[in-house]
């Protein structure tokens, strides 16, 4: 079985009339953030997007992005770049968390010495 498919779009209409407010004001704020003519060049967002999407793994963001980058001109150098990208931006978050780790660590035994004198 697998979880994510094409078609759970076509259930768009029907979270659309469950929840009508709510997906009108999303479908507001994205199309506000991939307009044309803002001071990111669309092609620009759309790479950003897809780099997002590639950390989420999103798999329908993946498709959407995809295909908006290469509409906004994006090269395929450029979308398996992006890939890279997002892939050190994890594992440097990865390492930042075991930087924090490392600290909680000193923290709780500090803490436990603390209470056993």
Do not use: N, W
């Amino acid at each position: 079985m697998t979880y994510q498919q094409p078609s759970d779009l076509r259930t768009v209409p029907t979270v659309r009339a469950l929840a009508q407010d709510e997906f009108d004001a999303f479908i507001r704020f994205h199309e506000t953030v991939f307009r044309d003519g803002g001071t990111v060049p669309r092609k620009l967002r759309e790479l950003v997007a897809l780099a997002v999407a590639m950390t989420t793994r999103c798999s329908y963001c993946i498709d959407t992005h995809t295909r908006g980058a290469a509409d906004t001109g994006a090269t395929r150098e450029e979308i398996a770049e992006v890939g890279f990208v997002a892939a050190a931006v994890c594992a440097g978050g990865a390492m930042a968390h075991g930087l924090l780790a490392l600290r909680l660590d000193a923290e709780h035994r500090h803490t436990e010495e603390d209470t056993r004198a």
